[in-house]
């Protein structure tokens, strides 16, 4: 069997490894851009020097040797052929396979802002080329503008403050975050940088670039008529799946990306898709259960993406923990809603009929077992007597005549 995977992130590799542990003897080659494997979710500590790109590895040095992989670095995928089971690549070589698994990832969207294409001194924030560009930014540039506070955004952020820089934030979006947290969460985030010297734009866009004579933009005049001092800009507001080769495939595309369904499988029975090329999931473990579930069935195993929560986020900014579930804000009035708060911590639970839609705990994330307790084993929390945020593990010990543990909701 002939085996052939596209892209190096995180469903890529994971993919691979998947593939190299149910078909030992078959032969796997990876077709990526980049030359080495990386981690883009600590780019930021790459940034700030507190890893070399060697530590962002996540796959071991030996990654070829030890999977036996003919990897094809530096190189571009122009079209797939799912008729004659050809991945072709620039220059016109053609690489044949039985199965293959599609995990290219996405890459920086630039807006359709007046005089921002083509503007000089600005980048994404999504690959090594963009991060070695921004070290020597650091160094030389006293006005740097983030546009977009999403985890990228906050992620770039960070670490510039690792360095000693301060950036101006700015996001269309009413708070940071705002994907992952309330406006409460997100405003515990908003004081601890404004504290460390953020300035911070929310519920604004960015409408023009000034630019000099040379092209460079010199600042960035906001949707309300503000301009912004900016020598260099860093977008990380939006992202846009890699599927221009995908164009004349005959793959079914929607308008975010590569359309597969829970087992990885696209419209073709013999090309899998998995990871941030769908357009809809953009969080690294997602991204690696996808690779390895899509290899899987590749390999003739079956299996399907059973998670609750394709939207699930921890971190971990400025020393301040939150982990998010689902959907964050309720959509209408028919949501419950249970909140927790002390001076160090903020705990809130949504549901609905029962079932959990969307959680966050921000400041102690010890409830966070409970939490996935009370997800994994389908527990109505409509039916729970005692108040949600009272759950400990001894409520769970409670053992059945075929001698498995269970929750009483009469507790």
Same mark, same amino acid.
């Given at each position: ?29 990876? @077709? ?17 020097? /507190?890893? %070399? ?10 990654? !070829?040797?030890?999977?036996?992989? *003919? ?23 053609? @690489? ?18 007046? *005089? ?11 690959? $090594? ?6 070290? !020597? ?5 006293? *006005?740097?503008?983030?546009? &977009? ?19 101006? $934030? ?5 708070? $940071?975050? *705002? ?42 005049? $906001? ?24 164009? +004349?495939?005959?793959? /079914?595309?929607? =308008? ?8 990885? =499988? ?10 941030? @090329?769908?357009?809809?999931s953009p969080i690294w473990p997602v991204a690696v259960k996808e690779g390895m579930i899509a290899a899987s069935n590749m390999a003739g195993v079956h299996r399907k993406m059973t998670d609750f929560f394709a939207s699930k986020s921890t971190m971990n900014f400025l020393g301040m923990p939150s982990l998010s579930l689902g959907t964050v804000v309720p959509e209408d009035e028919t949501y419950q809603v249970e909140i927790r708060e002390t001076a160090d911590s ?10 959990? %839609? ?10 966070? &077992? ?6 994994? =084993? ?22 059945? /005549? ?5 929750? +009483?909701?009469?507790?």
């Open positions: 069997m002939r085996y052939v995977v596209i892209g190096s992130s995180a469903a890529g590799i994971n993919g691979v490894r998947e593939l190299r542990r149910l078909a030992p003897d078959s032969g796997i080659t990876l @077709v990526s851009r980049d030359h080495s494997i990386y981690s883009r979710c600590i780019l930021h500590q790459y940034l700030s020097g /507190e890893r %070399t790109i060697e530590r962002l590895n996540f796959a071991g040095p030996d990654f !070829e040797d030890r999977y036996r992989v *003919n990897w094809k670095k530096g190189r571009d995928c122009t079209a797939v052929k799912p008729e004659e089971h050809v991945v072709v690549l620039d220059g016109g070589e053609e @690489v044949p396979y039985d199965k293959l698994l599609i995990a290219t990832g996405s890459h920086t969207f630039y807006p359709p802002i007046r *005089n921002l294409a083509g503007s000089k001194n600005m980048t994404g924030f999504r690959n $090594l080329e963009d991060i070695d560009v921004l070290k !020597e930014v650091a160094r030389t540039c006293h *006005n740097i503008v983030v546009m &977009g506070s999403g985890l990228v955004g906050i992620d770039c952020t960070v670490g510039f403050l690792e360095l000693g820089v301060k950036v101006t $934030l700015i996001d269309f979006a009413g708070w $940071l975050l *705002n994907r992952q947290l309330d406006q409460r969460a997100a405003r515990t985030y908003q004081n601890l940088f404004a504290a460390r010297g953020i300035k911070q734009y929310y519920g604004v866009g960015m409408s023009e670039a000034i630019r000099d004579e040379e092209g460079n933009i010199t600042a960035c005049v $906001l949707s309300d008529g503000r301009s912004i001092p900016c020598d260099y800009l860093v977008m990380t507001a939006g992202v846009r799946s890699n599927v221009e080769f995908l164009q +004349d495939s005959g793959l /079914e595309l929607s =308008r975010f990306g590569l359309v597969f369904d829970e087992t990885g =499988r696209t419209s073709d029975p013999d090309v899998y898709g998995a990871g941030d @090329v769908s357009g809809l903020y705990k809130k639970i949504i549901h609905r009929n029962g079932k959990i %839609t969307g959680a966050i705990l921000q400041g102690d994330l010890a409830y966070s &077992g409970i939490l996935q307790q009370l997800i994994a =084993r389908h527990i109505d929390v409509s039916r729970v007597k005692k108040p949600l945020f009272d759950i400990d593990y001894s409520d769970f010990f409670r053992m059945g /005549e075929n001698f498995e543990f269970y929750y +009483d909701t009469e507790v």
